[in-house]
């Protein structure tokens, strides 16, 4: 069975940071591009940020750039989500997410064929 697996979620105070990791079990991921969602309660889930296979690309929801940094390890196929400056509107499930590789420019958000669990991010004011 494929899965992601994410860890790194927590409770943290306004200003603090987080870094939440993906990994996979089951397959490699490193020919996928790779991005992060969240869904916080009574809301859709969003686009947070992605980054392409070859580590040559990013983007990001506007309301993180500045603050959060996706990043990737091919040699250990994990990803990596540092979100610094974290406010209480940050406060969601994140969701790793497997995106075909060439989709992950795709507006508003890129098509996802793998989802990870979710871990729970809280942010204390």
């Known amino acids: 069975q494929v899965q992601l697996v994410e860890s790194g979620g927590g409770l943290v105070q306004a200003g603090g940071s987080l870094r939440l990791s993906c990994a996979p079990s089951g397959r490699t991921f490193t020919a996928y591009a790779m991005g992060w969602f969240r869904q916080a309660p009574g809301k859709e889930r969003e686009f947070v940020a992605a980054?392409?296979?070859?580590?040559?690309?990013?983007r990001y929801e506007d309301s993180v750039k500045g603050r959060f940094t996706i990043s990737r390890d091919n040699a250990k196929d994990t990803v990596y989500l540092q979100m610094n400056s974290l406010k209480p509107e940050d406060t969601a499930v994140y969701y790793c997410?497997?995106?075909?590789?060439?989709?992950?420019?795709?507006?508003?958000?890129?098509?996802?064929?793998?989802w990870g669990q979710g871990t729970q991010v809280t942010v204390s004011s």
């Open positions: 980054i392409s296979h070859d580590r040559a690309g990013t």
């Open positions: 997410a497997a995106i075909p590789w060439s989709a992950y420019t795709r507006s508003p958000a890129p098509p996802v064929d793998y």
